[in-house]
């Protein structure tokens, strides 16, 4: 084709809502066309390179001998609730009914899909082992669309799923996908890290992310400057051996007046003390309804994917509202601490040497000095802060975390039987046994690559 037929139309500025120069320059350039919050048209050069991805991928997994289907968009709602993820993913499913009153939802991901393609043809051992992928469009309802194509509402991916006999097989298949994904990111010549990660809805026991290197990137990551070891912060273990020591001094506890410090700042500067000998006492609701408080370090983050792991929790609590602090303890955000709550209280292991420290006073404008955790009942120590830069790796002991931004291109999940078990889907091994399936699954972002 002449360029001079090409249907491409520049601009000279970028729109408005691009943040990000990937955003901004395909826009300028003519590759992208919004139509709505999150959705694009893909014009004729932003295709190309689409497609070019794609073969990529295409060539990397028919090399493995997986086969390539293509699943419907458009799902029953009933596929969904065998898993309870009809409920669980809330609001990010766009559900809707057909004209016959049916309830439907726009596709997200296709493990319920999948499992029930297989479900009904695999009855045997002999039918196993198979690998199963498309490239398909999917859609998620975000909340906030952003970065282009990085946080679309519809967007291309493309997912993979694994079927095995046993657990020695599944990941076998497992560390196949992962070397296929690692050739296709190299292929692409782009500075990326394998990452450690929590499985959110998809679930399952090991999990990789593969993320791309950026300043943009919504990720943050931790990675060692001295091995291979990747974390996504959502699960970046702390070691034990960063735990300090601290005792505020003598004497019985002590209530004393805090008149508008509000802030863990503020209180710090009022003891002339350092922020991370203080203690944070945060406030949450399970999705059950039950309330829990966490103390950690007044210079540390919770990180609630941990808290929710420890919990077995489907989702992260929530944090409690001004008014229902002030109902559980009897004071307003600020003034709160673990004496006397009718909750179980979790402590970060940060805090395991702590003695005679200060907490809220649970009554507006005061705190008590000298508390010990012998004063209140606790649920124990547990790793619940955030991952900070210079705390030691857990892999190699000796190398120190860095902070990095990134883009989650790739994941690999090994699912288990968490879908098999759940939507029956079994086969009988060689002594005639009933079994499920073991699974794997695998995506990468087409359209966000």
């Known amino acids: 084709m002449k360029w001079s037929n090409l249907f491409l139309f520049t601009q000279k500025d970028a729109p408005a809502d691009a943040e990000v120069p990937s955003h901004k320059l395909m826009m300028r350039a003519g590759m992208l066309k919004k139509v709505g919050p999150g959705i694009f048209t893909y014009q004729y050069l932003c295709l190309r390179a689409l497609r070019k991805f794609e073969n990529i991928v295409r060539n990397e997994l028919d090399s493995l001998g997986s086969q390539e289907v293509l699943m419907p968009m458009v799902h029953p709602k009933a596929l969904w609730e065998e898993t309870g993820r009809w409920e669980q993913m809330g609001d990010q499913l766009l559900k809707f009914k057909n004209r016959n009153d049916q309830w439907y939802c726009l596709a997200g991901t296709h493990e319920e899909a999948v499992t029930d393609l297989v479900r009904n043809d695999i009855k045997s051992y002999k039918h196993l082992p198979h690998i199963i992928y498309q490239v398909q469009t999917k859609y998620r309802d975000e909340i906030r ?72 990137g919504e990720d943050h990551l931790m990675v060692c400057d001295s091995c291979d070891f990747a974390a996504n912060i959502e699960i970046a273990p702390v070691l034990t051996s960063s735990i300090e020591s601290y005792s505020g001094g003598e004497g019985k506890k002590e209530s004393f007046a805090t008149p508008k410090i509000k802030t863990i700042a503020k209180l710090a500067g009022l003891l002339k003390i350092e922020e991370k000998f203080l203690v944070k006492t945060l406030l949450y609701k399970t999705e059950s309804g039950e309330n829990i408080a966490i103390l950690v370090r007044g ?39 673990p004496m006397g709550l009718n909750c179980k209280v979790y402590v970060d292991q940060s805090l395991k040497e702590y003695k005679n420290f200060v907490v809220g006073a649970n009554k507006d ?58 939507m029956n889907s079994t086969f009988l091994d060689a002594e005639g046994k009933n079994q499920p399936i073991e699974m794997g699954c695998y995506g990468i972002g087409i359209s966000r690559t």
């Open 299 to 337: 210079n540390d983050e919770l990180n609630d994917i941990k808290l929710k792991n420890i919990l077995k929790l489907t989702n992260p609590p929530a944090m409690l509202t001004v008014d229902e602090v002030k109902a559980l303890t009897g004071a307003y955000p600020g003034s709160c601490g």
């Open 365 to 422: 404008d005061e705190h008590i000095k000298n508390v010990n955790f012998s004063d209140f009942k606790t649920e124990g120590f547990f790793d619940l802060r955030k991952a900070n830069a210079g705390d030691p790796c857990p892999k190699c002991k000796g190398g120190k975390y860095q902070s990095f931004r990134g883009i989650e291109v790739g994941h690999c999940f090994y699912l288990g039987t968490k879908y098999s078990t759940a």
């Open 145 to 216: 669309p952003r970065f282009g194509l990085m946080r679309g509402r519809e967007f291309i991916m493309k997912d993979a799923y694994s079927f095995d006999a046993d657990s020695k097989g599944a990941l076998i298949a497992y560390d196949k996908m992962y070397a296929a994904y690692k050739n296709i990111f190299s292929r692409l010549k782009v500075d990326f890290r394998i990452v450690e990660a929590d499985a959110g809805n998809i679930g399952g026991s090991q999990t990789h992310e593969f993320q791309l290197l950026a300043e943009a």
